[in-house]
């Protein structure tokens, strides 16, 4: 793991540019020559074609979907795909979005790679464009993939997609003041009320959204259940919207899974640096990809087309949130006036009052 944590921080500064790598830059074209010789290395073949690049022009600028292609036992499944995207929305590191999850995409595919194993291919997909001006549209990395080369093309047989996923989940301090014993402790201490604080507890915890997109998505993340080192919240998208590259996949029906650590304190900012991620959370979260990928290899997906007639995952969320909040879960939902999650409505309100907390 150790080792791992170290493979994932050098993957992590080699795109970590001081100037960025925002679309159109000189660092954005030296992360695209990076990333390709990484996927190249790891044994990728092309997705279609004959080159890693998928380039595609948008008013008069050129951009790149890096996109290889791990084979499988047997090519004519559709792939399960892996993605995050590259470029940075500001001309500076940008650690957390996105350099963390393409460094996790690398690691596991390497790992899937030098394991084996998997009948369908794994697509490791490095997007471009996916921060703004061009988020959620027509030149959105994953959006043009989606729609040139997959679309009526080579379906998907399911994607995960990662966005901010490099950083430990802070909550606001107020909040403990709740807590047994601890709250006692922290009201001694002047002005943590108003700090944002990792607590070891939270810090660990990953969302995800996505189960809710078809019944063997829930059964798939199930299965893993909570891996070591990491404290699994599954959510619904709608609660915090297409937020990243899942979008195209969830609206054209395709099974997702999207996992974030949230919004931190140094998102779209140039103190979203290198140094403040915890790359051992990372090798947890690249071990868990590695797990839903090899879960969700081996089911079929019926009714793919169906998914918004959706099963309820109501029950799967307020267990896992139940587990992973462990002793501080009464007390956030005193804090929260929340007396209890029994029906969709009230993990409605509760979601609604965390979110105007900022804690996810
Ligand atoms: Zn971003």
Redesign the pocket.
Same mark, same amino acid.
């Given at each position: 793991m150790k080792n791992l944590s170290k493979l994932l921080r050098t993957e992590t500064e080699a795109i970590c540019y001081p100037d960025g790598r925002m679309v159109g830059t000189d660092g954005h074209e030296r992360a695209k020559v990076h990333l390709k010789r990484r996927l190249k290395e790891m044994g990728c073949k092309p997705y279609i074609g004959r080159s890693l690049e998928l380039n595609y022009p948008f008013k008069g600028k050129s951009f790149c979907n890096l996109v290889g292609r791990i084979p499988g036992t047997n090519p004519k499944l559709p792939p399960v795909l892996i993605g995050a995207h590259y470029d940075s929305?500001i001309p500076f590191p940008?650690a957390d /979005?996105?350099a963390a999850a393409v460094a996790i995409a690398l690691q596991a595919g390497a790992m899937i790679a030098e394991k084996g194993g998997f009948e369908r291919d794994v697509v490791i997909a490095l997007f471009d464009a &996916? &921060?703004p001006p061009y988020f959620l549209g027509e030149g959105m990395g994953s959006h043009r993939f989606y729609e040139d080369h997959v679309q009526g093309k080579r379906e998907i047989h399911a994607a995960i997609i990662m /966005?901010?996923v490099g950083h430990d989940i802070s909550v606001p301090g107020s909040m403990l003041s709740d807590v047994p014993l601890i709250g006692k402790v922290a009201a001694l201490v002047s002005g943590l009320a108003k700090m944002d604080l990792s607590i070891p507890t939270l810090s660990s915890l990953l969302f995800v959204t996505g189960s809710e997109s078809h019944e063997e998505m829930a059964v798939a993340l199930d299965s893993v259940g909570h891996p070591e080192g990491l404290k699994i919240v599954p959510t619904l998208n709608r609660y915090i919207g297409d937020m990243s590259d899942h979008g195209i996949f969830r609206r054209n029906g395709v099974p997702y899974f999207f996992l974030s650590c949230g919004r931190w304190a140094h998102?779209?900012t140039p103190t979203d640096t290198p140094d403040r991620l915890n790359y051992s959370k990372m090798s947890h979260i690249t071990h868990y990809v590695v797990k839903l990928a090899t879960e969700v290899d081996l089911v079929e997906m019926a009714d793919r087309k169906r998914v918004e007639r959706i099963h309820d995952t109501l029950e799967l969320e307020t267990s896992y949130l139940r587990q992973s909040l462990g002793i501080l879960y009464n007390p956030i939902m005193r804090q929260l006036g929340v007396k209890g999650i029994r029906n969709r409505k009230e993990m409605n309100s509760f979601v609604n009052k965390l979110l105007s907390l900022g804690l996810c």
């Open positions: 929305v940008c /979005d996105n &996916e &921060e /966005d901010l998102y779209h």
